[in-house]
């Protein structure tokens, strides 16, 4: 099955600083690759989303970049705020399946 | 926010014991999936179904089974709970299957004595 390892498992940023979360995966059949936030005691939700014949993906001030060669995908926040602190998921599709990543904590800073 | 609605939301039950808990979607989404929610380790996928009376393994399977009678129905238990399925669970749906929305639960905590 698809393995999906993100990095880093926490992240601190001063508010107004970019946030970067990787993640690579182990099928290269793997097309789509979803990003979920989970705010605390919340569900998470879909942020946003990249299939594979897509390098990049923008939506206001987050985005997602793919390198289907190197099987990795990042998301990248910028000008972080306060409502950005969540624990941020990857995913992968495989086998029409998702296998998520361990989870990245976010922290924004005042 | 997706009509789908979990119960119990909370509860605690010892070792041994039969556990369901129980999905309910409003959506008429054809796909439905059971995920634990465990500290670094993510969601993983316990079952999912594809339709009514269709359902499959995921990565954590044993020890659960699962039921869908119903498109908006779709039941986990657990035949005899122990502490290693002390964990957050969260019901899931979409229309698409795969490459598509996950519409997620508000999740179910259970705790294993």
């Known amino acids: 099955g698809e393995n999906v390892e993100q990095h880093p498992s926490t992240l601190s940023v001063q508010e107004g600083d970019s946030a970067v979360i990787k993640c690579t995966y182990s099928d290269s059949a793997s097309n789509y690759f979803p990003w979920y936030k989970q705010e605390l005691g919340k569900r998470p939700q879909l942020i946003i989303d990249?299939?594979?014949?897509?390098g990049e993906k923008k939506d206001q001030r987050i985005a997602v970049t793919l390198n289907k060669t190197a099987k990795h995908f990042s998301l990248h926040i910028t000008e972080t705020q306060p409502e950005d602190s969540a624990v941020y998921f990857c995913a992968a599709e495989n086998d029409y399946k998702l296998s998520f990543g361990a989870g990245t904590t976010v922290t924004v800073r005042a | 926010d997706a009509g789908i609605t979990q119960s119990p939301r909370h509860k605690v039950t010892e070792t041994g014991t039969p556990v369901t808990l129980r999905c309910h979607q409003t959506e008429n989404h054809r796909y439905m999936y059971w995920y634990r929610q465990d500290p670094g380790h993510g969601l993983r996928l316990i079952h999912y179904s594809y339709g009514v009376k269709d359902t499959d393994k995921g990565e954590v399977s044993d020890g659960y089974s699962v039921s869908r009678s119903k498109t908006e129905d779709f039941l986990l238990t657990l035949e005899s709970a122990t502490s290693s399925q002390t964990s957050v669970y969260f019901c899931?749906?979409?229309?698409?299957?795969?490459?598509?929305?996950?519409?997620f639960g508000e999740g179910s905590r259970l705790t294993v004595l």
């Open positions: 990249i299939r594979s014949n897509v």
């Open positions: 899931a749906t979409s229309s698409i299957q795969g490459a598509g929305e996950l519409f």
